[in-house]
């Protein structure tokens, strides 16, 4: 191997975010104990588990696995004040379990997760009776739950913002009297959905389809023992590393065909751009060709991996357009106009419509990055400076919500492959 070619990295992540928080939602509601195998220990996934204890779960926690007693009855507690940090999944999925249950239940969120949108899934709740009320603006945080079951039925709702709605619901479904038949309009992020089915499927609980309509038996859940897969959306800041990287190799265990999150598609993004890749049954490795081309590509699918692809896009041979993201207007920041800023702070040439970027390569200087409080601007900056000198940020802490030790993991990337 000739001296200046990289040395191949494999590394190990930590636990995908989405399975975590869901298969804490399961095992609460399962009858019976589940051991949950490599979970992802972070601020968000530690305020889901704390949530669960103030709603009267038993959650035992060692450092490779933690263990939870399911209520398939609700929560054990008549009252509860559950602060749900900065967590969507937390903020989201909580209220909806804690409504199969009998009680009242306050939930409150960050100044940043009251900025983001509940109104879909809490409108849908109402319809199916729930007794809900947002104590300040209508369709945020906070708000007051007054559980006494879930009788099931139809509904109707409006997925265009978030799956984390329609997922909340899926999960609810076996907790009602009746089951739920949910017709879903504008539905982003589908994959996550998918990710849903099959983490109820290992619980005991097959979803059907028919065409819009998702079709949720009652009966309740089954505990099992279930191991997290690394997450994918992390993944992406490490294979776009390789990428950038003329001979650098990232090979990541746990992630391979079988992986249940969409966002291991972004290697295919990678692939298109001239990335050497290969997803075999047990891990995905990319490679770095010195390629790395221009395209257009809808992200509507993968769009948590959107600011990754924009924060490599300087360095391709010519213009990167990702369409179809609106979403990601509402996540922990508006990302799309957070990944436009803070490249035009290096200097480079962008372009935004309502759902849309559009990258044009160039000579991008240091600076220091903004990261609105965002985990995921600041990981993918990360990945410019390494072709970058001088980038800095103003709240690199951020990175606890989903990987407190991304810091220290970057940098030994970065000192293996001479970033």
């Not at 984390?164 to 949910?182: C, D, K, N, S, V």
């Not at 109820?200 to 309740?220: D, L, S, Y």
């Not at 279930?226 to 992390?234: H, L, N, R």
């Not at 965002?374 to 800095?392: E, N, Q, W, Y």
Request: charged share 20%; aromatic share 6%.
């Amino acid at each position: 191997m000739p001296v200046d070619t990289p040395a191949p990295r494999t590394l190990t992540l930590p636990g995908s975010k989405s399975i975590t928080a869901r298969a804490l939602f399961l095992a609460a509601a399962a009858d019976g104990v589940t051991t949950l195998v490599r979970p992802l220990r972070s601020d968000d996934t530690e305020g889901f588990a704390e949530g669960l204890v103030r709603l009267g779960y038993r959650v035992g926690r060692t450092p490779d696995t933690w263990q939870v007693d399911g209520r398939p009855q609700g929560p054990a507690v008549a009252e509860a004040d559950v602060y749900c940090r900065d967590g969507a999944t937390t903020a989201r999925f909580l209220p909806t379990l804690a409504a199969a249950g009998h009680g009242t239940y306050r939930f409150d969120a960050s100044p940043q997760m009251r900025r983001r949108p509940l109104l879909p899934l809490t409108r849908a709740l109402r319809d199916l009776g729930v007794d809900l009320r947002h104590e300040e603006a209508e369709g945020h945080h906070p708000l007051m739950v007054r559980a006494s079951g879930v009788e099931g039925g139809e509904v109707v709702l409006d997925a265009g913002q978030s799956s984390q709605y329609l997922t909340a619901l899926l999960l609810l479904g076996p907790l009602t009297r009746r089951g739920l038949r949910i017709r879903v309009t504008n539905l982003v992020s589908a994959p996550y959905v998918e990710i849903t089915l099959a983490m109820m499927r290992a619980f005991g609980v097959e979803v059907a389809r028919e065409g819009e309509v998702f079709v949720v038996p009652p009966g309740g859940y089954r505990a099992t023992t279930y191991a997290i897969e690394p997450d994918a959306s992390t993944a992406s800041y490490f294979f776009a590393a390789a990428a950038i990287t003329p001979g650098a190799e990232v090979t990541v265990p746990g992630l391979g065909t079988g992986a249940l999150q969409g966002d291991l598609g972004f290697v295919d993004v990678l692939r298109r751009m001239g990335a050497r890749v290969s997803v075999g049954a047990d891990a995905t490795t990319v490679r770095g060709t010195g390629e790395l081309r221009g395209l257009t590509v809808n992200m509507r699918d993968i769009s948590d991996t959107m600011p990754t692809l924009a924060a490599i896009a300087p360095f391709a041979s010519g213009p990167v357009r990702i369409e179809d993201v609106a979403n990601t207007r509402v996540k922990e920041c508006d990302r799309l106009e957070a990944c436009a800023e803070n490249l035009r702070r290096l200097g480079v040439r962008v372009s935004t419509g309502p759902d849309w970027i559009e990258i044009v390569p160039g000579t991008a200087t240091g600076a220091q990055v903004t990261s609105y409080g965002d985990h995921r601007i600041v990981m993918s900056f990360a990945v410019t400076g390494l072709r970058v000198a001088g980038i800095s940020f103003d709240d690199p802490g951020c990175v606890r919500k989903t990987f407190p030790g991304f810091h220290e993991a970057f940098g030994e990337l970065r000192r293996g492959i001479g970033g």
